[in-house]
């Protein structure tokens, strides 16, 4: 069974920054992508960040993209997604989801592209 546990949520200030963990079991990590979604309340859900084991790839959504990085630990089956210079809009329920055999070529970046997904974590950003 695939599970996927999100950490590391929290509150932070404006400017601060928080570690997203997510936690994979119960299916071969290095042939998945594991991608970040957020959503907010009255928002629709928006990727933010995906990373493709297979060969490294990486995307970030325009709104986060310098401020956020997306990484992999494949001894531990996590990918974490560092997040920097954190914005009050940054505030959102984080999700991370995983779907496996997109080797090569575009990365998934509608959430309907996936099929599994975690619970999710709270950011909160304080001005």
């Known amino acids: 069974e695939v599970q996927l546990v999100e950490s590391g949520g929290g509150l932070v200030q404006a400017g601060g920054s928080l570690r997203l963990s997510c936690a994979a079991s119960?299916?071969?990590?290095?042939?998945?992508?594991i991608g970040w979604f957020r959503q907010a309340p009255g928002k629709e859900r928006e990727a933010i960040s995906c990373?493709?084991?297979?060969?490294?790839?990486?995307w970030h959504a325009d709104s986060v993209k310098g401020r956020f990085t997306i990484s992999s630990d494949n001894a531990k089956s996590t990918v974490y997604l560092q997040m920097n210079s954190l914005k009050p809009e940054d505030a959102a329920f984080y999700y991370c989801a995983a779907v496996e055999g997109i080797v090569t070529g575009a990365l998934p970046l509608q959430g309907r592209e996936y099929d599994d997904w975690g619970q999710g974590t709270q950011v909160t950003v304080s001005s």
């Open positions: 119960g299916f071969t990590f290095r042939d998945y992508v």
């Open positions: 990373f493709r084991n297979t060969d490294g790839s990486t």
